[in-house]
Nanobody
Framework: QVQLVESGGGLVQAGGSLRLSCAAS????????MGWCRQAPGKERELVAT???????YYTDSVKGRFTISRDRATTTLYLQMNSLKPEDTSMYYC???????????????????WGQGTQVTVSS
């Protein structure tokens, strides 16, 4: 079992920045990739960014150049630096962990095994 706790969400004006954090505990040795997903009301959950155990990153097109995912392996903490935020980034953001070794870069929400409770990000125009 892996427990995930997110923090760092909030209300920000368009063009602003936020940094999300996710602390993992429990069977953290089983973690392969870690990622951030988001889900807005009435929409499907989508992957925003992921980072593999080897440090390879993947971003969905809409956040490329604006968001940066990083991982502190020593503390098993995941981060998402979000810059140049847009109103369409408004969503609940979830930290997620994949424990399976394949795929190496899990880009589907079904590839993830454990989820945090989420942190709300609201971007005003």
């Amino acid at each position: 079992q892996v427990q995930l706790v997110e923090s760092g969400g909030g209300l920000v004006q368009a063009g602003g920045s936020l940094r999300l954090s996710c602390a993992a505990s429990g069977s953290s040795f089983s973690i392969n990739a870690m990622g951030w997903c988001r889900q807005a009301p009435g929409k499907e959950r989508e992957l925003v960014a992921t980072i593999s155990s080897g440090g390879t990153t993947y971003y969905t097109d809409s956040v490329k150049g604006r968001f940066t995912i990083s991982r502190d392996r020593a503390t098993t903490t995941l981060y998402l630096q979000m810059n140049s935020l847009k109103p369409e980034d408004t969503s609940m953001y979830y930290c997620a962990v994949a424990t399976r070794q394949r795929p190496l870069i899990p880009i589907g929400v079904d590839d993830y095994d454990y989820w945090g409770q989420g942190t709300q990000v609201t971007v005003s125009s």
